[in-house]
């Protein structure tokens, strides 16, 4: 600790005695954990508005919050500020995973070090409350949290909704609780679920999950349901398990007239895909390198409840039927999201597994930008639409979120350039890649 003042007493003497310092050379050690007033000089910023690349700018950092983004040589940097060097490195906005399921405090660090600074919980255990707000003090490593309570009908693992009465029940209790969200599943009669819609308009707290089979796609929508959590619940509640391309269009128009958000989640798709009815496919996945920060606890004990290796057939047709299904969507603008359903899915190593998701939205046929929009500019409009009370996020703007990664390739000519990183700042704390890949390590040996 007294290194790191003294440090900082150093580097604030060189910053307000030599004026010229703002062009000079830049401190660098080879681990940081920086969190006070920081400048990103000499960067190309991708503010995520546009796929244009902003050369040689520079982006100013204040309390957590971006403050000013200026050509580098107009910036005047007050003191004392950190300054970060980022010539011929990209600066981006944070990644948002918009489809997670935290269990455990060790399943947090790997999204931040994989560059998610946004990360929305889609049911689990309610301790994801207490991560939320030690995230929001800044006392863990955190993205910042966003919860959904999980309703189900009969045999519901979250909140119980059978009947109209249980389903207002679940959803007083779910806002009183402090979640974001409501997340609905598969089996919530129509009743409940008309009578769940209705409570939480009352309550003004947004639903959102699955595609709920008895009132189906169509029936969801109209309620109200804000985003779909996976594209293959167009699947089972509205193309009848066909993978019949005559019915995307008249699915395409519903959602987009909806308004409702959709999270492909292609990943999960694709991941179960190649273990279906394939032995030997799981050891080859688990022995992948990035599973080694996945909690044993996922490994040993909650993924047992899948094995996709002993199904017959394959689901190959479907995976592909999703992907002309996803393109179809974004070229009608209904707004996408990024989400892997990590780290509950088996095969996916949460954090790591944004990449995966990235890469699907581009072999549906999406751009870079347009893949990298679903996980910042489109994730933080939905943000900044249901959740009135957060500091808008998902662009660099100012006065925007400081959630950032700094990148030594440009992600908007290859998305797999994401994983090239310099370093991420979340809520205005910078963490340098050296500094992650400790962080990494440490927990890696705390299994
Ligand atoms: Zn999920």
Known sequence: MTVKILYFLFLSFITCCDKSAKEGPV??????????????????VITM?????LGDYSVYTKNGIITKI??????????????????????????????????YKEDILPYVA?????????????????????????????????????????????????????????????????????????????????????KAREMHIPVIGHGVRAPGMQGILNAGQVMIAHAEEY??????????????????TMTKNSGAYVTPNLVTY?????????????????????????????????????DFTRRAGNINAQYDFLKIFTKKLSDAGVPLLLGTDTPFMIGE????????????????????YQALRAGTKTAGEFINKYVVTSRPVGLIKENYKADLILLNANPLLNVENV??????????RWLSEAKLQEEMERLAKSF
């Not at 119980?160 to 009465?165: F, G």
């Open 27 to 44: 401190a660098v050690r080879p681990s940081e954990d920086i969190d006070k007033d920081i400048v990103f000089l000499h960067a190309n």
């Open 419 to 428: 994983k090239q990183r310099a370093g991420v700042m979340i809520n205005g």
């Open 114 to 198: 994989n560059g998610v600074t946004t990360i929305l919980h889609m049911g689990g255990p309610s301790i994801i409350l207490q991560f939320r707000a030690e995230a929001a003090a800044k006392q863990i490593i955190s993205p910042t949290i966003f919860a959904s309570g999980f309703v189900d009908g009969p045999g519901s693992r979250g909140w119980l909704a059978t009947t109209a009465a249980e389903a207002s029940t679940a959803v007083e209790e779910i806002k009183n609780a402090g979640w974001d969200f409501v997340k609905v599943y598969n089996s919530i009669p129509t009743d409940a679920y008309t009578a769940l819609m209705d």
């Open 70 to 103: 200026e050509p580098a040589s107009s910036l005047v940097i007050p003191d004392p500020v950190f300054k970060i060097d980022a010539t011929g490195k990209y600066l981006m906005p944070g990644l948002a995973d918009m489809h997670t399921h935290i269990w």
């Open 235 to 252: 699947l089972y509640t509205y193309f009848n398990n066909t993978t019949d391309e005559a019915l995307i269009p008249s699915a395409v």
């Open 270 to 306: 694709e991941t179960i895909a190649r273990q279906w009815g394939q032995p030997g496919m799981l050891q080859q996945m688990l022995a992948q390198p990035e599973m080694k920060y996945v909690s044993p606890k996922w490994k040993n004990n909650n993924w047992g409840q899948f």
């Open 49 to 53: 508005e546009n796929d244009i690349v």
């Open 349 to 368: 190593a949460n954090g790591f597994a944004i990449y995966d998701d990235l890469r699907n939205m581009v072999a549906c046929g999406l751009t870079p």
